[in-house]
């Protein structure tokens, strides 16, 4: 089994930040260096048990997206391999798991988009009979295919809290109303390309979400991680039925199993055994390889 990686430990650049799986390194004032870490996160809850070879698919999806998708929006990449600006003894913590991105300032609004009816848009119908102010058909179940696809965006919360399902509106206040409407109309393309693409391989999208960031002179630009199974609903088109909610490529076996633990859900977690940390590794895997493939 691999190595995971669960905190990256880099002297020679200044560290940035670190998210529930990020390590973010300042790389000159114009440059950042971000590596995936294996870490794991479920119900808000950094995980002491990291799921290994987990960032190295996040990155290859993230590269093989953004190339993919270029000819939509530009992107964060700068084609600087991440090897060269640590010191020698480091380059194992960054090897196929980091990439060296242009600095953006980021736009504080989770793009989504959503073709499917499922997690909180699906709770959001019940309660509402739409989505973020979209006003939906009647009669629609868990995991119906949309009419067409929709842009539900979320305020971003503080760490460690949930992100809030926003309407179009807030986004306007927020940023304006051309960008808003860039932001949604670029998000919806992005999905709806990704998803045809991914039908052909067997993956159904069900919704995804996008970060998008401004440079110098104001231009939208494409960021952090792009159609990962972190950032994604990867359903398997086999498995696919409308009344449920599908089996999906990501933490699900991790959250099934914390959901049979006597456990509040705050910090810390139960420790995860083998079995489940190994399912977990492996649905990351195929997702990438049908993808890629």
């Known amino acids: 089994m691999l190595t995971a990686l669960h905190q990256t430990s880099i002297k020679s650049l200044p560290l940035v930040a670190r998210g529930k799986v990020r390590d973010m390194y300042a790389v000159g004032d114009d440059k950042l260096l971000i590596v995936a870490t294996d870490r794991i996160s479920a119900f808000d809850v950094i995980l002491d048990d990291p799921i290994p070879g987990k960032g190295r698919v996040l990155t290859e999806l993230t590269e093989f997206w953004l190339k993919k998708l270029a000819h939509i929006i530009p992107n964060h990449s700068t084609g600087i391999a991440p090897e060269d600006v640590v010191a020698p003894e480091e380059r194992e913590q960054v090897e196929g798991r980091a990439v060296v991105v242009k600095r953006l300032k980021p736009i504080l609004v989770e793009a989504v988009a959503r073709g499917y009816l499922i997690g909180s848009g699906w709770n959001d119908y019940r309660r509402t009979g739409g989505v973020c102010g979209i006003k939906l058909p009647e009669g629609l179940q868990q995991a119906s295919r949309l009419p067409q696809p929709i842009f539900t965006p979320a305020a971003k919360a503080e760490f460690g809290s949930h992100d809030e399902n926003v309407d179009f509106d807030y986004v306007v206040e927020q940023v304006g109303r051309q960008l808003a409407e860039e932001i949604r109309d670029t998000s919806l393309r992005l999905y709806t390309e990704a998803a045809e693409y991914a039908a052909t391989k067997g993956i159904i999208i069900a919704d995804t979400k996008f970060e998008f ?81």
Request: hydrophobic content about 35%.
């Open 213 to 293: 960031g401004l440079d110098e002179n104001g231009e939208l630009y494409l960021m952090d991680e792009v159609l990962t199974p972190d950032s994604s609903r990867f359903w398997p088109a086999s498995e696919y039925a409308v009344g449920i909610s599908p089996p999906s490529f990501d933490k699900q076996f991790v959250r099934d199993w914390l959901e049979t633990q006597p456990w509040d859900k705050t910090p810390p977690a139960p420790r995860l055994p083998a079995e489940v940390l190994e399912k977990t590794a492996a649905k990351y895997r195929e997702a990438a390889m049908r993808l890629t493939a």
